[in-house]
């Protein structure tokens, strides 16, 4: 009989911490072990050659869900977990999202219903809160968080979802007493709103003494003002994605509606601003890189709803990116010397499992931690088009672009999922994940060790 179920022999592992050589050992789903001449497994992998990682966790994307103006994204949790899964990713964050009116605990049941029958990956739920009315603040949001529900999304623009910042404080409080994490869309236009909304954000987080994460950050102010927080030790975490690094406004003025999908919030900035992204990356501003995949079809059901010509109020907001998020930034990022192999590691999987309650049963590789295991190839050169990816767009904003590594295995608590371009799961057999509330014990502070530097003061201009 043979000691554990499978083995991953001869690659390079790589955590946010450490890079070695070990092979993994799984048992029922679990990493068994890491080290030499472990023994037998039912099966083995040969992964000579490539580098053996945590399984990505992409703690950000729109899957299944209603905008505030009723459309619905292209993707189901089938099609985006699939794409996920080739994307190298093992878990997925998207949201529950709920809009005035109506009750947090239908919006949670919602999406359950339809995750639960379709994800091929693991699978927890940001909530979205837009109506903090004295119920949901005194019952249903503090009963879902000891639930497993610990973190959740506010607006600060957008006339249907927006919250005044009285309502800001009380849900910051709310989320400091019961240990949660808030986040927050800042603003969805010009760089100097970006500006302000997050520095506004940061000053009633101060003032309620509460964690706070910044989502798709776009822009070099907004950058700086997450870095000055952090430098200050206050428990301040920021997020961007890959439309900051690899698009730009020139895009969105592409002939004809061509720009329309290319329009997201916040917009794609200039080259300048590409660039002040990349070094919050590497210095430790952001701690999370997410794909924000948000999937409109370039066709009456999305992007071009209000018609074939609509004003820029009217274009469907949002870019896809599930499956692409994890290659683009390991080729331009590792491949091209910007980021260490481990940074990536951190900003890809392990913050977020650390963030977002997770950790460390997810987001490492460690004894005792889900086997969710991506096996990359770093040499494998790919030309990014649509009919490659999996997801249920009629198009890519990277079309065209050729990234050097992909993962070519990919493994959920120890079941191989992708192998090459041949899926072998089933629709439902992703797990949701109950998350754990953090408390000043466990909550990464503004100092927690990543492999990302923090040099303090950097120039983000």
């Known amino acids: 009989m043979s000691r554990f179920d499978l083995m991953i022999r001869g690659g390079t592992v790589a955590t946010a911490a450490d890079t ?84 947090l605990r239908e919006v949670v049941k919602t999406a359950h219903e339809r995750a639960g029958p379709k994800a091929v990956v693991d699978y927890a739920f940001h909530l979205i809160v837009s109506d903090p009315t004295h119920n949901v603040l005194g019952q249903e949001l503090p009963a879902l968080i000891m639930e497993g529900y610990t973190s959740f999304k506010v607006y600060m623009t957008y006339e249907r979802l927006k919250i005044d910042d009285r309502q800001m404080l009380d849900v910051l409080s709310l989320a400091r007493r019961h240990g949660a994490m808030t986040m927050v869309h800042a603003v969805s236009h010009a760089a100097l709103a970006e500006s302000e909304a997050s520095r506004r954000a940061i000053d009633l987080a101060r003032l309620a003494d509460a964690k706070l994460l910044i989502i798709h950050v776009s822009a070099p102010e907004a950058a700086r003002a997450i870095r000055e ?47 002040a992204i990349w070094r919050g990356l590497a210095n430790g501003t952001f701690q999370v890189f997410s794909s924000d995949h948000a999937p409109y079809r370039f066709d009456d059901s999305g992007k071009l709803s209000a018609g074939p010509n609509p004003t820029f109020k009217k274009i469907a907001n949002g870019v896809p990116g599930l499956e692409t998020r994890m290659p683009l930034l390991f080729s331009e990022g590792v491949g091209k010397g910007r980021l260490s192999l481990n940074e990536f590691v951190a900003l890809t999987s392990t913050n977020a499992a650390k963030i977002y309650g997770l950790y460390p049963r997810k987001g490492t590789l460690a004894v005792g931690s889900d086997a969710d295991i991506a096996i990359w190839d770093p040499a494998w050169k790919r030309t990014i088009t649509q009919d490659m990816l999996h997801d249920n767009m009629d198009y890519t904003p990277y079309e065209g672009m050729t990234v050097t590594g992909w993962p070519r295995t990919v493994i959920n608590r120890g079941s191989v999922i992708v192998d090459g371009d041949t899926l072998l799961v089933e629709r439902g057999a992703g797990q949701f994940l109950e998350r754990v509330s953090a408390n000043a ?7 927690w060790p990543l492999a990302t530097s923090h040099t303090f003061g950097a120039d983000l201009s």
């Open 441 to 447: 014990d466990d909550t990464p502070s503004a100092s």
């Open 20 to 103: 070695f050589a070990a092979d993994i050992a799984v048992r029922e789903g679990k990493i068994a072990a890491l080290g030499f001449d472990l023994g037998e497994a039912e099966r083995t992998i040969d992964a000579s050659g490539t580098l053996v990682l945590p399984g990505g966790i992409d703690a950000h994307c729109h899957v299944e869900q209603e905008s505030s103006t009723g459309l619905m994204t292209a993707d189901d949790f089938y099609s985006a977990s699939v794409s996920a899964a080739f994307g190298g990713n093992t878990t997925i964050i998207p949201f529950a999202a709920q809009h005035r009116g109506q009750n």
């Open 229 to 275: 927080a952090r430098d200050r030790g206050l428990p301040i975490y920021g997020e961007t994605c890959p439309q900051y690094l690899f698009l730009t406004a020139d895009d969105l003025d592409r002939d004809g509606m061509d720009g329309a999908k290319y329009c997201c919030s916040p917009p794609p900035r200039d080259k300048a601003s590409q660039e």
